[in-house]
T-cell receptor, first 113, second 112 residues
Framework: AQSVTQLGSHVSVSEGALVLLRCNYS??????LFWYVQYPNQGLQLLLK??????LVKGINGFEAEFKKSETSFHLTKPSAHMSDAAEYFC???????????FGKGTRLSVIA | SAVISQKPSRDICQRGTSLTIQCQVD?????MFWYRQQPGQSLTLIAT?????????ESGFVIDKFPISRPNLTFSTLTVSNMSPEDSSIYLC?????????FGQGTRLTVV
């Protein structure tokens, strides 16, 4: 069975600091991995996805994530946090194009001025 | 990319009543998925809806409580029946094209 673990339900960083949101997955087959962002009172927006191509994936808004099979990880990073990055971030996994995503519990990112 | 229209966007309902949420996709899709996001929680899959067949429900969700219709390849409805305050959540429909999932904006339901 697939599962996703997001370490840290709440992460707080200073504006301009590195953002690191952790995600570890469990999958019996090569996974597809996703990061979504949810701003307050809004729907889900895809930040980036890994689908077995390049292991370093670049997404929108300056975010990127690296797929590390040996560590079963897909951590999300951004070199410099901006106030507008404050939101809830969800890591998700699936193993084929027609199976629903399994979501992690989410990490709330706060950015301090 | 698929565009999903979901309505209503929000509603406040009395306990004991039912609410039907509609999801319209701008392209034909085989499967549609319904998720629930309880306050401060992650997304949990309720059911998978295929056109022309009964929906497949996840553990903890039953058809009597969450009946789903899928009359064609672009439309689905989810009904939340006999509501209680514990049903207060955001309900989202989703479709997948290849490896990418698309979501509606969600229906924010408050049961009083």
């Amino acid at each position: 069975a697939q599962s996703v673990t997001q370490l840290g339900s709440h992460v707080s960083v200073s504006e301009g600091a590195l953002v690191l949101l952790r995600c570890n997955y469990s999958s019996s087959v090569p996974p597809y991995l996703f990061w979504y962002v949810q701003y307050p009172n809004q729907g889900l927006q895809l930040l980036l996805k890994y689908t077995s191509a390049a292991t370093l994936v670049k997404g929108i808004n300056g975010f990127e994530a690296e797929f590390k099979k040996s560590e079963t990880s897909f951590h999300l990073t951004k070199p410099s946090a901006h106030m507008s990055d404050a939101a809830e971030y969800f890591c998700a996994v699936s193993y084929s194009g027609n199976t629903p995503l399994v979501f992690g519990k989410g990490t709330r990112l706060s950015v301090i001025a | 990319s698929a565009v999903i229209s979901q309505k209503p966007s929000r509603d406040i309902c009395q306990r004991g009543t039912s609410l039907t949420i509609q999801c319209q996709v701008d392209s034909q899709v085989t499967m549609m998925f319904w998720y629930r996001q309880q306050p401060g929680q992650s997304l949990t899959l309720i059911a998978t809806a295929n056109q022309g067949s009964e929906a497949t429900y996840e553990s903890g969700f039953v058809i009597d409580k969450f009946p789903i219709s899928r009359p064609n390849l672009t439309f689905s409805t989810l009904t939340v029946s006999n509501m209680s305050p514990e049903d207060s959540s955001i309900y989202l429909c989703s479709v997948q094209e290849g490896t990418e999932a698309f979501f509606g904006q969600g229906t924010r339901l408050t049961v009083v």
